[in-house]
């Protein structure tokens, strides 16, 4: 089945400056590629995805890339804020058919000093 | 929006306990699963399930059954909880046909003594 790393386990970055979140994946039939963020005391929320045709994505301060060749896809958190602060989690499926099956990585404690 | 809502928050069991831990969501959607979240360790999918009555194992389903009567009900059983059962367990749903995003619920915190 997919394993997914994800790199590093925490991340301490001062405000305004940029982070950076990587993640590997092992089943090269993996298509697909969310990160979600969760703050401390909630649910995780989905912040950003990318599909295995598209090499980059962004929205406002995040941008997510993809490297289908060396199977890594990585989020990238510009000018970064103290409510930026959480845990963030990378994930990879093989969607299709009747399998949503989402490996996610064990997560990335980003903390925003002011 | 998607409501998923899980009925117990936190619960303390004891050991040997059977324990069933709620899941519903309002969408209509078709897939639903159940994670267990521990420190260190991320997201661990325990079961999901396509389909009134279809499960499937995830990656830890050791130790836990499920049931899908209805579209709209997901139920995480622990037939004989255990202290290594201690843990965050969320349930999370997608409405299938190329959505990937998950909705997850609040979360139930269960500690097994």
């Known amino acids: 089945g997919e394993n997914v790393e994800q790199h590093p386990s925490t991340l301490s970055v001062q405000e305004g400056d940029s982070a950076v979140i990587k993640c590997t994946y092992s089943d090269s039939a993996s298509n697909y590629f969310p990160w979600y963020k969760q703050e401390l005391g909630k649910r995780p929320q989905l912040i950003i995805d990318?599909?295995?045709?598209?090499g980059e994505k962004k929205d406002q301060r995040i941008a997510v890339t993809l490297n289908k060749t060396a199977k890594h896809f990585s989020l990238h958190i510009t000018e970064t804020q103290p409510e930026d602060s959480a845990v963030y989690f990378c994930?990879?499926?093989?969607?299709?058919?009747?399998?949503?099956?989402?490996?996610f990585g064990k997560g990335t404690l980003l903390t925003v000093n002011p | 929006d998607v409501k998923v809502t899980q009925s117990s928050r936190y619960l303390v069991k004891r050991t040997g306990e059977k324990v069933f831990l709620e899941c519903v969501q309002d969408?209509?959607?078709?897939?639903m699963f159940w994670y267990r979240q521990d420190p260190g360790l991320g997201l661990r999918l325990i079961y999901f399930s396509y389909d009134v009555k279809m499960k499937e194992k995830g990656d830890i389903p050791e130790g836990y059954s499920v049931s899908r009567e209805k579209k709209e009900r997901f139920s995480l059983i622990l037939e004989s909880a255990s202290t290594n059962q201690t843990s965050m367990y969320l349930c999370?749903?997608?409405?299938?046909?190329?959505?990937?995003?998950?909705?997850f619920g609040a979360g139930s915190r269960l500690t097994v003594l």
């Open positions: 994930a990879a499926s093989a969607s299709g058919g009747s399998n949503y099956k989402l490996t």
């Open positions: 999370a749903s997608i409405q299938g046909a190329g959505a990937n995003v998950l909705t």
């Open positions: 990318i599909r295995s045709n598209v």
């Open positions: 969408m209509d959607h078709e897939n």
